[in-house]
Structures are given as structure tokens and as C-alpha cells.
């Protein structure tokens, strides 16, 4: 998986990619910076307009991008919390809250924007139990997560 961090076996034009640590590690393993995407600081975004040629094989090969039909990533988590008693929903939104401490206002607004999408009393309950008045959430913005 690492080979290509040996100059011999390096390809002429760099390439990125999401491999940490592994056999032949002889880098820097990208140091702190993160690994994933989406995320809160626009590295790692997809290259929409670059894609591999399609291909043959047992007919046409190519890329299929799974978000293309798919504008319900809420959906599930909305019936499931449709499915809680107040109790359920009460516990939920204060576990949702203890666990976000320590980070940052930014993932906060994020996490309630997601909740409120799956269900609006959702983002409103953790909202109240972050104390982030839920008119300061901003719903129509991605926060840069998917640009």
C-alpha cells in the first residue's frame, strides 16, 4: 500500500489519497491533518469534474455516484426518532449534548442542522440541550462540507 512513497516506485504525476500508516511508511503519514471527507476545513473535497474512462467489461464499467438519486440521507433517523418516547427523545438530546462537549461551535451548528432535517423537533431538543438558540442555526448551509 505504501510502496509508491519510495522514489523509484513513485508515478511521474502525484496522486492523494486516504492511506495512513502501513508497511514502507516513510513520510510524515501527513501529520495531523485530517483524513477524511466531508470535513470542516475544504481538504480531501471531491473532484467531481475528474473521473476514471469508462471501461468494458462484462458490459459498460463506470463510476456510479451513489448521491446522485438520493436526497433522503435524513430519512431513516427522522422515523426512528418518530418511533421514541419523550423520555427516549429527553435522554437522546442530553447524551447528544454531553458528547459533543469539547467541540467546536461550528460541529454543533452542523449536528443540529442534521437533526432538524431528520426531524425539526430533533434539532430543536439538542439545539436546547447544547444552549444554541436554534434561530442561530443556519439550515441552508452545508458548511462548506460538501462543496
Known amino acids: 500500500m505504501n ?3 519510495i522514489p523509484v516506485n513513485r508515478s511521474k504525476v502525484e496522486s492523494n489519497h486516504f492511506h495512513r500508516d502501513g508497511a514502507m511508511r516513510i513520510d510524515g503519514n ?3 491533518s485530517v483524513h477524511y471527507n466531508p470535513n470542516s476545513y475544504g481538504m480531501w ?3 467531481n469534474g475528474l ?3 469508462a471501461y468494458d467489461g ?3 464499467v463506470d463510476h456510479y455516484d451513489f448521491r446522485e438519486d438520493d436526497d433522503h440521507y435524513y430519512e431513516q433517523a427522522g422515523k426512528l426518532f418518530s418511533l421514541m418516547k419523550d423520555d427516549e427523545k429527553q435522554r437522546l438530546f442530553e447524551n447528544t449534548a454531553r458528547n459533543m462537549q469539547g467541540t467546536t461551535l ?3 451548528k452542523r449536528h443540529i442542522r442534521h437533526c432538524y432535517l431528520a426531524a425539526p423537533a ?3 431538543g439538542v439545539a436546547k440541550a447544547l444552549g ?4 442561530d442555526v443556519d439550515m441552508n448551509d452545508t458548511y462548506g462540507a460538501r462543496g
Do not use: S
Request: hydrophobic share 20%; proline share 12%.
Open 45 to 47: 473535497k471531491d473532484q
Open 3 to 5: 510502496h509508491y512513497q
Open 30 to 32: 501527513f501529520g495531523g
Open 122 to 124: 430533533y434539532g430543536e
Open 132 to 135: 444554541i438558540p436554534i434561530k
Open 58 to 60: 462484462d458490459g459498460p
Open 106 to 108: 461550528l460541529v454543533q
Open 51 to 53: 473521473t476514471e474512462p
